[in-house]
């Protein structure tokens, strides 16, 4: 961003990010396991003020194991927003994200997340089981002072839920009303905006829900995008197809551009046949045969010539990071959260250290929250000297569950090295394989 956009956001205070949060019961974690973004101070560019006083961290780093539970925080992280967001029609249906530690089943789950939306600090906190939400509170920070927004306790089955709404939203009773109707026992209160249309004034539900929907994201982006489709709609961006572009000849891929291409398409005869026959709609026997498809393809140089390679052609790791570039985008211009599972697969440890540098050099308002099994990150300055963006992950061998210790709680000295401290074992978080020799025989 230039610095005269830079300014705006300063000035307009637009940040979205999560302060801090925990969990308790949930997938590999039973205790109550936190990740805490809280910074010192302005100590690098890994650091922004959110509000006069408040540092939080950018990026966070998760490492350990296969099967440690790295991912499992991130689908923790992402499944509490789902609880705000996603309402519920049928009292009947379960909640679908809870899936409590398999030694602790029958007791609830909790989850907690201080985060900022627009500028405001909330505070959720949720316990639920697979069928209620057992009892949920959402705090928020109008004039830096803490407020309650709502709170709602589970009263029976088939009851309507206990709900009080805080005084500073100033709510008529009519609107509290159809509000409690409208909350089943099974979503958030928060979710009734995207559930019912209420002619009754509710301003500031409906500016955090959308502020949510529109910023939070499902881990390694929203919905099943494919690279066509995600290419496409950057190329009918005039900024947003220069930055792919601009991205592409950066990653030294030899390619110079992209375009969109339409390609004939081969249906044989027995399975057009076979889908004419088919009791299915119209509409979808015209899409399977199709007589041609949407494709992408690149222009590559050579000193001989330019020439066109098709997407089908690219490397795995070619089309890995086209797909991360979608996130990146968002992040450089306006505010957002994103989750990236095992970032660092497929690409060269150099072009991941070029996508954490972009993002952390031209984002001042927007989180990345990673996993990663690429530990060279651990050996790079700016990591080194600001380890509380890395948390180590690994099982309790007594309880199975995962474990996650913050960079900067281990005690190491400043001139010890991270990476160094990691490889020969220090810091946990690593897998204890055993002999090389196998030995088949009883």
């Not at 801090?20 to 039973?30: A, G």
């Not at 709502?150 to 089955?157: A, K, L, Q």
């Not at 994201?217 to 961006?237: P, Q, W």
Request: proline share 3%.
């Amino acid at each position: 961003l230039s610095s005269a956009a830079s300014d705006v956001y300063k000035r307009q205070k637009i940040y979205i990010m999560i302060r801090d949060f925990w969990v308790k019961n949930y997938l590999s974690i039973r205790d109550k396991q936190e990740l805490s973004f809280l910074a010192k101070g302005p100590s690098s560019e890994l650091v922004t003020e959110v509000v006069e006083g408040a540092f939080l961290y950018k990026l966070g780093i998760l490492y350990g194991s296969n099967a440690s539970g790295k991912s499992n925080m991130l689908i923790a992280m992402n499944e509490v927003f789902r609880l705000l967001v996603m309402p519920k029609s049928d009292a009947t249906v379960g909640i679908g994200g809870c899936i409590p530690f398999v030694l602790t089943k029958d007791e609830p789950t909790e989850m907690h997340v201080s985060f900022y939306a627009n500028g405001t600090r909330y505070d959720y906190d949720v316990k639920f089981n697979g069928k209620h939400i057992l009892s949920e509170a959402l705090y928020y920070y109008p004039n830096k002072s803490k407020s309650l927004f709502y709170e709602r306790s589970f009263v029976g089955e088939n009851v309507q839920a206990d709900i009080k709404f805080g005084a500073s939203l100033k709510l008529q009773v009519k609107t509290q009303e159809s509000i409690r109707e409208n909350t089943l026992n099974n979503h958030s209160v928060l979710s009734v905006c995207r559930k019912a249309a209420l002619k009754e004034d509710i301003a500031p539900f409906n500016a955090l829900y959308n502020w949510i929907m529109d910023n939070y994201h499902e881990i390694d982006g929203d919905g099943d995008k494919g690279i066509v489709e995600i290419l496409k709609d950057a190329y009918s961006n005039p900024k947003k197809r220069k930055f792919y572009n601009t991205m592409l000849q950066k990653a030294d891929l030899n390619i110079l551009e992209y375009r969109p291409v339409v390609e004939d398409r081969i249906v044989p005869n027995d399975f057009r046949e076979r889908i004419q026959k088919e009791n299915i709609p119209e509409e979808i026997k015209d899409v399977l045969l199709k007589p041609t498809s949407d494709s992408i393809t690149f222009l590559n140089h050579s000193d001989n010539g330019d020439f066109n390679i098709p997407l089908r052609w690219q490397s795995k790791g070619t089309q890995k990071y086209i797909r991360i570039l979608d996130a990146l985008y968002d992040m450089i211009t306006s505010p957002h959260v994103y989750y990236l599972d095992e970032l660092g697969e497929d690409l060269h440890n150099d072009l991941l250290y070029y996508y954490l540098n972009v993002f952390i050099f031209n984002s001042d308002k927007s989180q990345l929250v990673i996993t990663s099994q690429e530990t060279t990150l651990l050996s790079q300055d700016m990591i080194n000297e600001n380890r509380g963006v890395v948390w180590f992950v690994e099982k309790n061998k007594e309880t199975a569950s995962s474990e996650y210790a913050r960079g900067d709680s281990f005690g190491l000295h400043k001139n010890l090295s991270l990476y160094n401290s990691y490889r020969i074992g220090r810091l946990g978080a690593k897998p204890e394989l055993g002999s090389i020799f196998i030995n088949l025989e009883d």
